[in-house]
T-cell receptor
Framework: DVKVTQSSRYLVKRTGEKVFLECVQDMDHENMFWYRQDPGLGLRLIYFSYDVKMKEKGDIPEGYSVSREKKERFSLILESASTNQTSMYLC??????????????FGPGTRLTVL | SQQGEEDPQALSIQEGENATMNCSYKTSINNLQWYRQNSGRGLVHLILIRSNEREKHSGRLRVTLDTSKKSSSLLITASRAADTASYFCATDAGNYGQNFVFGPGTRLSVLP
């Protein structure tokens, strides 16, 4: 059974803090994605990675960075959290293989509140 | 930029009724997928339809695709309270189709 896990379901941080969101997949997939989800806006792609130590900016990378040191782990970093980064963060990973992918496997999400 | 747009934004029906949600998109696609999200959870893949297909079935789900109108519909027949969720369409994007673009979703409430 494929599995994508995220380190926290709920997180509360203060403005200016450095925040780490962790995502782990056990499917040996090469590609991993970070999205944020806001009401009325759907999912927006922040960053994705197609291999270890490789990363690509998505549609809204500003204020975020990522780290992929190991194949199974993809971290999203908020260098200095701001209130407008309060959101639901979703990690996803499609099966390896040819694009376009047939589906993405999602983690349960982390609801981040920045005070 | 947002590719998929679901319609309606919210839908409320009685158990046993059919629910239809629509998705429109802007650019050409290779495939279109539908996902379900239960409240506060991650998304779960429901069904994929390729650009050369017009209709696809999976259990109580029926998906149609009209590439000339750049639209798709998801029909859930004989709905159940457990179908209460948000439903999203997603289209492949990026230069190589390596990304997905999701619409804002349709919130479906099935009343017992």
């Amino acid at each position: 059974d494929v599995k994508v896990t995220q380190s926290s379901r709920y997180l509360v941080k203060r403005t200016g803090e450095k925040v780490f969101l962790e995502c782990v997949q056990d499917m040996d997939h090469e590609n991993m994605f970070w999205y944020r989800q806001d009401p009325g806006l759907g999912l927006r792609l922040i960053y994705f990675s197609y291999d270890v130590k490789m990363k690509e900016k998505g549609d809204i990378p500003e204020g975020y960075s990522v780290s992929r040191e190991k194949k199974e782990r993809f971290s999203l970093i908020l260098e200095s959290a701001s209130t407008n980064q309060t959101s639901m963060y979703l990690c996803a990973s499609p099966p390896s293989g040819r694009v376009p992918y047939n589906e993405q496997f999602f983690g349960p999400g982390t609801r981040l509140t920045v005070l | 930029s947002q590719q998929g747009e679901e319609d309606p934004q919210a839908l409320s029906i009685q158990e046993g009724e059919n629910a239809t949600m629509n998705c429109s998109y802007k650019t050409s696609i290779n495939n279109l997928q539908w996902y379900r999200q239960n409240s506060g959870r991650g998304l779960v893949h429901l069904i994929l339809i390729r650009s050369n297909e017009r209709e696809k079935h999976s259990g109580r789900l029926r998906v149609t695709l009209d590439t000339s109108k750049k639209s798709s519909s998801l029909l859930i027949t004989a709905s159940r309270a457990a179908d209460t969720a948000s439903y999203f369409c997603a289209t492949d994007a990026g230069n190589y189709g390596q990304n997905f673009v999701f619409g804002p979703g349709t919130r479906l409430s099935v009343l017992p």
